[in-house]
């Protein structure tokens, strides 16, 4: 932790273990706080095993109060779109709220996500809320829903007795009092270009051994000018 003219910096070391307790992997999470509210987040990941073939995304998560419900985006759009489903979703300023983002697939899975995204913000009805800004572009889906909340226990892909009652079901799901948020670089491509079962194309998989990115917070009121702020250079 270091400070100088109104900065602070906070710097956060990961270690992350296999089962056996050996490391397979390192995290690196730098916050550079601004005195003005400003903070850059800079995240980098680093394999030192090859235990770890590839991983299905790159990016952090957090959970806002339910109030930040009103979304809007500079990126594609304006429904989901993925590393290799995005040409359809061209670039362009949209406005929705979090609830439209829900896509409520008959095997509740991923869903909701967006690509190439200048920056996006949440804010509640009086235009408070959270500017969320790539460095220069992100992914990110916004729910009212964690992931754990789509998962079915075992495999999906063979006959179980007790699916019916184990399975997770669209009439399962039902929306959280919060906003979840993931800030990513990206996650694996959706793959299935034989309609079920292909694998995901080697460009859009993440099998390098090192990836980094960085995005900036920034509070705001329903005053502010957030194309302008958005634009602001650190």
């Not at 989901?80 to 979703?89: G, I, K, Q």
Request: proline residues 5%; contains cysteine.
């Amino acid at each position: 932790c270091s400070s100088d003219l109104g900065i602070m910096k906070l710097i956060f070391e990961y270690d992350i273990p296999s089962l056996e307790g050996e490391k397979i992997a390192g995290l690196s999470t730098v916050y550079t706080v601004y005195g003005m509210g400003d903070i850059i987040v800079s995240t980098s990941f680093n394999k030192v095993s090859e235990r770890i073939p590839e991983i299905p995304r790159m990016g952090m998560q957090m959970q806002l109060p339910v109030e930040y419900h009103n979304l809007t985006w500079y990126g594609r759009g304006p429904h989901e779109n993925y590393n290799d489903r995005y040409t359809a979703a061209e670039v362009g300023l949209y406005e929705s709220s979090v609830a439209d983002q829900y896509v409520p697939y008959i095997r509740p899975q991923e869903n909701g996500y967006k690509t190439e995204t200048r920056w996006l913000t949440l804010t509640d009805d009086e235009g408070n809320g959270l500017l969320v800004t790539g460095r220069p572009l992100i992914s990110f889906a916004a729910l009212h829903l964690l992931h754990d909340d789509f998962e079915s226990p075992g495999k999906l892909s063979g006959y179980r007795r007790d699916a019916k009652s184990a399975n997770v079901h669209t009439s399962d799901i039902s929306p959280r009092d919060l906003v979840k948020l993931n800030i990513d670089l990206g996650q694996m491509g959706v793959g299935g270009d034989n309609s079920w079962g292909a694998m995901t194309h080697p460009q859009y998989r993440f099998t390098e051994q090192k990836y980094s990115y960085s995005f900036r917070l920034r509070p705001i009121g329903g005053d502010d000018d957030v194309i302008r702020l958005a634009r602001q250079v650190f």
